[in-house]
């Protein structure tokens, strides 16, 4: 934890403080369907266009129900398209390598992935999927389910300003809008920029390198029709085999991954997602890419206080939001650093920390600052293996996804889940006092709470009944890499990560094995679809009863959204109500191997 | 039923136009600028000899075993590791004994080519895998304890060899984001290039 570590840790911090404003002055000019950007000339026709050609007349608003079957709608077009894709990879262009189609149970998990912004990855990038794919069947919804979220939230956020009448905006035109002004700009500035860092734009074939020291190695002797020789003692003969050359991959990954970070999406172009030199080259390209996942979500909390006319309002949620963030960096930070006493005891240097699974450009700090980064917001993407990291070092990331998202989270997604909590600390502050609870002057009513509550119990109920399915069956049991309590954890992080969209992985664990075994695919399939929509249809309802009610004046009583009080306030709500629920299924997994650890116990 | 086949149509136009937008339009912008502007990046970085053959991307790790060479990390990408096609880390955890029998293993065994210590610590960059199973770089600790056995190897001072070392070194960005790391691959090049090296490219001992 040197000197350099806590300006690298402070710069990022006061440069989202900084972008937080006019990110949050631009998203409100982009997400009302009057406003003026200064893209208007190029993109005005584009949009108009767009709305021609779908039928979509963009002054007519949707209430509560429209707006949500018109997403859903979309979002299973879009599944659908994707699935076929992958399906039929095969027979389309961009397929250098000659991949062959994905499964049916990958196709499924994958296409659901990427429609939910979980982009959890059951592919392995490089080795399955074609340039066309990637390009067209995934890179699509790195656009569009970052788009649909930020609609999401708006239209929330309308529910909460708006008072009297039923409609929430229109959201075909939130969807086009903030695709074509927001995301699609940005992505573009920004996947120029990664390639002068080092990223690869091509739709070249894969290089071969001549390698410079050629390289012995002991492999298994196979006969003419692939099977393997044994020897007189049964085990298998060995021969010497020597590999000169490297296969280094190539194609359009540039333009990929600048919307993978402002999405956060986080679904990697190769299987290392983030922690490959070529998909994040440079200690600078890691910065900004870090910067790049929380950007939009921080920018929509000063939208919500721009939206509401109380701005402090906004700065007290993204307060609430950076001191949960600041404490998971600090206390991943730590655990990392301090490294790893089994490992320290056979001779590894006690001050490098812990350095399995992470590359030598980011170090512990960067590190340990992305993993939760990418888990506070729901990206995703990794530049070091979360698998490999200590016990604690690996609770935070996985306690940041349990907490619900909303530690800026997800575009779009981690204002929504955080309203959620502030309509529920609202609720629980007006208890307190025996009032009636208000929010921003509109009464909370047993049904608001009831909506509130259903989309976060959602996630819980996912997240814990599969893991506990997986836990005891044997499909479960078999896709683990690791034994002992660090085993439960790979499963209860996968549910975890599925459910709450995030899609970073404890990567041991395969949900691919060689027999085939569908159920991690579909399973997973399954939780990201509930995390994704069973959270979205309640909190949409919420809206649809939040706008209808009248916006009363403050009153001595009203309960102030805005200050420390709230922050904290609204700080314990999301630790309480949201955390605790996991609190025994972390006490298995991360907190007993802690202590194993200490101890020097192996598994 | 009208309004939900309005929208059925909102939702596979809005398909269709956006995988013309986003998926043809926006990454071949994106091509096309980064061909012009930086060709080699946009390619791989890679690194060709006089006669065109590829060695290598200055980004992407290779294996090198022999004692005349600098080595890289433990890689757990492919089955025999610096298989770039296979990018991969271990997801071993820390309580695995899989990793710790092959984190004593290694430091044996760095310990015995380096001439270390029984008690001198290992850097732990030398003996974990990366992330990626493809890092290009070593801490400058290990780079350092590795240079005078090669320095030995090819009749070099170690002298010559740190100055290489310090050649191949990646500062912190900016001077200060990152951690500074030596590029494995671009300091073995260094080494072939120097003339009394005693080992060339193919035979090593």
Redesign the interface.
Known sequence: MHT?DW??LA?FIGLLAVITKPLGLYLTRVLDPQGRTFLDPVLGP?ERL?YA????DRTREQNWK?YT??ML??S???CA?TYAILRLQHLLPFNPQGLGPLNHHLAFNTAISFTTNTNWQSY????TVSYFSQ??GL??HN??SAATGIAIAAALVRGITRQSTGVLGNF?VD??RS??YLL?PL??VF??FL??????????P??????????K?Q?EKKTEAGETVQGADGKPVMEEQV?TT?????G?M???V?IKMLGTNGGGF???NA????EN????S??LQMLSIFAIGSGLTYYLGRMTKNQAHGWSVWGAMMTLFVAGVLICWWAEAR??P??QA?????T????????????I???SLFATVTTAASCGA????H?????IG?LVPLFMMELGEVVIGGVGAGLYGMLVFVVLAVFIAGLMVGRTPEYLGKKIHAYDVKMAMLSLLVLCLSILGFTAWASVSDWGLAGL??????GF?EMLYAYSSTTANNGSA???LTANPANGDPHYNVTLGFAMLIGRFLMIIPIMALAGSLVQKKISPPSVGTFPVAGVTFTVLLIGTVLLVGALNFLPALALGPIV?HF??LKG??? | MKQLIHDLRGAVVSTLVFTVVLCGAYPLVVWAVAQTAFPDKANGSLIKDADGTVRGSTLLGQNFTGEAWFQPRPSAAGAFGYDAASSSGSNLGPTSQKLADAIKERVAAYRTANGLAETESVPADAVTASGSGLDPHISLRNAELQAGRVARARNLTVEQVRVLIARCTQKPDAGLLGDAGVNVLQLNLELERMPHSATSSTGTP
């Open positions: 350099s300006l690298q710069l584009l767009t050609l779908m039928g979509v429209q079957v018109a709608l979309f299973v077009a879009g398209f392995g990038g490089e080795g390009m067209v890179t699509l656009f569009t075909w969807l086009v695709t074509y699609l992505s573009l996947a120029i390639v002068s860092q080092g990223m690869i734009q091509n739709f070249k894969y290089d071969t390198a001549t390698l410079l020291e050629p390289q190695v492999v590999i490297q296969t280094i991959v190539q359009p540039a333009s990929q600048a190769a299987n290392a922690a490959h030199p070529f080259p440079t200690p600078l890691n910065f490294g790893n089994i490992h056979l001779g590894v240097s006690l490098d920390g812990n350095m399995e699974g992470k590359e030598v450009r980011f170090g700090m960067n590190s990794v530049n070091a293996m698998d490999s990291f200590t016990a690996g890499n690791n034994a002992g309590p660090h954890s404890f990567g041991g191997e194993l650890m116990q192996l598994f």
